[in-house]
């Protein structure tokens, strides 16, 4: 069966539980975005599908085109549809194994062979009538197809629809009296309501009319009533409830494992998607990036995903901003002043490499991105903070791993390291690890304290926070590429620390 994740590559459930959560989903927030989703849904058995990482250039392409054919309404009003007589299938065997009448549970037999096969068939018409462009939505076509084609599956739904088609046929009449109640099945099948209704339309007050279809007993087990009904229903239609028995006895597991798979497979991207759309509901940008081989790369209007909807939820501003990175330039390095919006760009820059590798939306307003082979994060934390080895060693361990798998196509976004260390220290680790990282060949997004990093290499490219230029020194949590200077950081510490001339001078007055 195809498979909506890899090309060549099917994997059951099972095995895509087995797979481990990346380590940078806790950094780059991608792990509220996944908690979101699966309770906005309420659908938890979608998230281990979002650990299924694309790491080949064919492959983002593979999957970009299912989200570009779900982007398209017809084809997605018709994938819901399939989704939804399957779903009505499931039901329908799950019904046939809860009740222990064997004429309901072939009754349920009957309805689950028409609605799979249904919902098969409908999906089939509808890429007949708008075919879609994806190689695997084109698989999944011609397997349906084969499925519909093969002479044992011809004849089980011919059998089922015979079987539902006289079912449908049976008319009976129960009136129930105080005294007595009377069970009549030779009568005129005429319904002469219809017409008196419209007869008597201008002499009686207008009551909208709801005929009554469903049973009055909640249990799924047949009442006494129920029972009595079938059975002289049986009487008189021996031939008909024989063969109904005949049928559930003798039918095959019909619902594929294969095909349940397909169906999460497909609920995650169509769930993805109509999230999106929410912030583009909002206003916010969402689009579909362009994914290249060489390492150029621009990101306009660009936000952390999950920031966003918490802002719009809170009627709050989404900001923006534009990240480039032109081909030969080797390195982003981004200073300014602390609690300016440098952390929130890095997840910003991270989620869009994210989703643009899962062959999703990525939370932009125009983007291109050079495809990468995984993607390597390392944000301050306090953890190893008071153990024996100290915060700046614990950095240095999880950067020692990370080189064990880095390479010319790895995405490395590192986040304030060395804050532990004294300013010299850090900027010569910075340097040694700049050193290093650019050996590798990988795209390096460093948001740093040590400004200084940033007059490296004319190959680097300069980000900053920037401030009001007003003396109070706000934040607009707008970054742009200009020049590091370190002024604003070091402005910010000013005030923090109440180091300014004003405040010296005031303290040293009242110590004279």
């Not at 509220?32 to 979608?46: C, K, N, T, W």
Request: hydrophobic fraction near 40%; charged fraction near 25%; proline fraction near 4%.
């Amino acid at each position: 069966m195809v498979s909506l994740f890899h090309q060549d590559q099917t994997l059951s459930y099972a095995e895509v539980c087995s797979i481990p959560q990346p380590q940078y989903f806790k950094d780059l927030n991608i792990d509220q975005y996944v908690s979101r989703i699966a309770d906005f849904y309420g659908e938890p058995e979608l998230k281990p599908y979002f650990n299924l990482e694309c790491t080949t250039y064919e492959g983002v392409k593979y999957r970009q085109e299912i989200s570009k054919d779900l982007m398209t309404p017809n084809i997605r009003e018709a994938i819901n549809e399939f989704i939804g007589g399957i779903g009505e299938a499931v039901i329908c065997k799950q019904n046939a194994d809860k009740v222990s009448s064997n004429l309901q549970k072939s009754k349920w037999c009957v309805d689950c062979v028409i609605s799979y096969y249904k919902a098969m068939e409908d999906l089939c018409i509808a890429f007949n009538n708008t075919p879609p462009q994806s190689r695997a939505f084109y698989a999944l076509h011609q397997e349906l197809f084969h499925t519909l084609n093969i002479a044992a599956v011809k004849r089980l739904r011919e059998t089922a629809r015979q079987i539902n088609n006289e079912f449908s046929k049976l008319r009976y009449r129960l009136i129930l009296n105080k005294d007595k109640s009377t069970f009549d099945l030779a009568f005129s099948h005429m319904d002469y309501s219809d017409a008196i209704r419209m007869a008597l339309s201008n002499t009686v007050p207008y009551e909208e009319y709801v005929p009554f279809r469903d049973s009055p007993f909640k249990s799924m087990e047949l009442a006494p009533l129920e029972e009595f009904i079938l059975k002289q229903l049986e009487k008189d239609n021996r031939q008909l409830f024989m063969q109904l028995e005949a049928f559930g006895a003798r039918m095959p597991e019909v619902i594929s494992q294969d095909i349940l798979d397909i169906l999460r497979e497909l609920r995650f991207y169509i769930a993805n998607i109509e999230y999106m759309d929410r912030l583009k509901e909002w206003g916010v940008p969402i689009t579909m990036p362009l994914i290249v081989k060489d390492k150029e790369l621009y990101m306009d209007d660009c936000y952390d995903i999950v920031l966003a909807l918490v802002n719009r939820e809170a009627d709050r501003e989404v900001v923006l901003n534009d990240i480039m990175k032109a081909n030969f330039e080797k390195a982003i390095i981004v200073t300014g002043p602390n609690q300016g919006g440098k952390t929130t760009l890095s997840r910003a820059f991270g989620q869009c490499f994210y989703f643009g590798m899962m062959g999703l939306p990525v939370p932009a307003g125009v983007c291109k991105l050079p495809y990468c082979s995984g993607i390597y994060t390392h944000f301050s934390s306090d953890q190893g903070m008071d153990g024996l080895d100290g915060r700046l060693q614990n950095e240095i361990f999880r950067i020692r791993d990370m080189f064990e798998t880095l390479d010319n196509r790895s995405v490395v976004i590192l986040n304030e390291l060395f804050t532990s260390a004294p300013t010299v220290d850090a900027l010569a680790m910075s340097r040694d690890l700049m050193k290093r990282l650019l050996s590798r060949n990988a795209i390096v997004f460093y948001v740093t304290h040590v400004f200084e990093i940033a007059f490296d290499s004319d190959d680097y490219v300069s980000l900053v926070a920037t401030v009001v230029e007003d003396g109070s020194f706000r934040r607009t949590y707008r970054i742009i590429r200009k020049r590091a200077d370190g002024e604003a950081y070091a402005n910010s510490i000013v005030n923090k620390y109440k180091l300014d001339y004003s405040h010296i001078n005031y303290r040293l007055k009242k110590r004279i």
